[in-house]
């Protein structure tokens, strides 16, 4: 079935070829950037694609364009108003930052685009993304909190959804056992969030999979990665939306939608140059496998587009 998804930052790059590659396998998209009328290779893509892109500006760090993009969407969503997927892909890089030569308005501006912007746009469409499937009567409770829920699994058994992570689960839906890593990275994710797991598997009402919100993050954001100093503006406000792409996924969990922080690598983009080894399309085909695949227990993880599991 046909996903709606909104992509920010898609008029170059990996947001480019995020859009060309969900057009192509027949989803509706709506692509962002701050100058639509420049983006010629985006446009070009709607006339590939008749009707089924639609092209809105939208300047992440600004109030005021978050607004303008939340009126505007209800006009091009799909028949349902409904968002399967957002893609918060838009980002910025500071280049030449050396210590002793820090600049204030380079850390905040880094911290809007890369941070601030991506967790606040994605607090304005949360209304607008379709909740995950339940089990028959389910509603919205919490796990952990006491609140109402559906009893997703009555007897204990262990689920490996992918071969880095297996959940016993117990009745009500808590669980005995979290996460292991079989990379054995040094600082990988040793615990899940305290989500309730809810279950995403296709149904006749809505499109396959989970609903997700796809932060696109840097391994320079990982705190236990760091090994000299670079890009200081770049790496702080990559950890920061980490730490977002957490609280987005413990603020969600009820609702069934899946949390990622994904790191594409090093590609072949304006900001990543020509010596980078990954091509665009791949590492997004790579991301899509991905988030086709996830599930709620891997909500608030923070993987490369391979799938394994990084250091915090």
Same mark, same amino acid.
């Given at each position: 079935m046909r996903r709606t998804v909104l992509v920010t930052g898609a008029n170059r790059g990996i947001g480019l070829a995020f859009a060309g590659q969900l057009l192509a396998r027949g989803d509706h998209v709506i692509a962002t950037c701050r100058h639509p009328g420049k983006a010629a290779a985006l446009n070009a893509l709607g006339g590939e694609?008749?009707?089924?892109?639609?092209?809105?500006?939208?300047?992440?760090?600004?109030?005021?364009?978050?607004?303008?993009?939340?009126?505007?969407?209800?006009?091009?969503?799909?028949?349902?108003?409904?968002?399967?997927?957002?893609?918060?892909?838009?980002?910025?890089?500071?280049?030449?930052?050396?210590?002793?030569?820090?600049?204030?308005?380079? &850390?905040?501006?880094? =911290?809007?685009?890369?941070? #601030?912007?991506? *967790?606040? +746009?994605?607090?304005?469409?949360a209304p607008l993304l379709r909740d995950g499937n339940r089990a028959a009567g389910g509603n919205e409770g919490v796990a952990g909190t006491g609140a109402t829920g559906a009893v997703i699994n009555q007897a204990n058994h262990v689920e490996c959804k992918r071969d880095s992570v297996c959940v016993d689960r117990l009745p009500g839906g808590a669980r005995a056992a979290d996460i292991t890593s079989s990379g054995g990275a040094r600082g990988a994710i040793k615990s899940l969030p305290d989500t309730r797991l809810v279950d995403c598997a296709p149904s006749a009402a809505a499109a396959s999979g989970c609903p997700v919100i796809a932060n696109l993050s840097s391994q320079l954001g990982s705190i236990a990665g760091v090994t000299r100093f670079g890009?200081?503006?770049?790496?702080?406000?990559?950890?920061?939306?980490?730490?977002?792409?957490?609280? &987005?996924?413990?603020? =969600?969990?009820?609702?069934? #939608?899946?949390? *990622?922080? +994904?790191?594409?690598?090093?590609?072949?983009?304006?900001?990543?140059?020509?010596?980078?080894?990954?091509?665009?399309?791949d590492v997004v085909a790579g991301m899509l496998r991905l988030i086709d695949a996830a599930t709620p227990a891997q909500s608030g993880g923070f993987f490369d587009w391979r799938g394994e599991a990084l250091p915090w």
């Open positions: 694609h008749p009707g089924r892109l639609h092209v809105l500006p939208l300047d992440v760090a600004s109030e005021k364009s978050r607004a303008e993009l939340i009126r505007e969407l209800p006009l091009v969503l799909g028949e349902d108003g409904r968002l399967d997927l957002l893609i918060n892909n838009a980002g910025v890089l500071h280049s030449g930052e050396r210590f002793g030569q820090l600049r204030q308005e380079t &850390l905040e501006d880094s =911290l809007r685009i890369n941070a #601030i912007g991506p *967790l606040l +746009l994605a607090q304005a469409v890009a200081p503006s770049y790496a702080i406000s990559k950890a920061a939306q980490n730490m977002a792409s957490a609280q &987005l996924a413990q603020a =969600l969990a009820a609702r069934g #939608i899946v949390v *990622l922080s +994904l790191h594409p690598g090093w590609v072949q983009t304006d900001m990543g140059g020509e010596k980078a080894p990954d091509a665009p399309a």
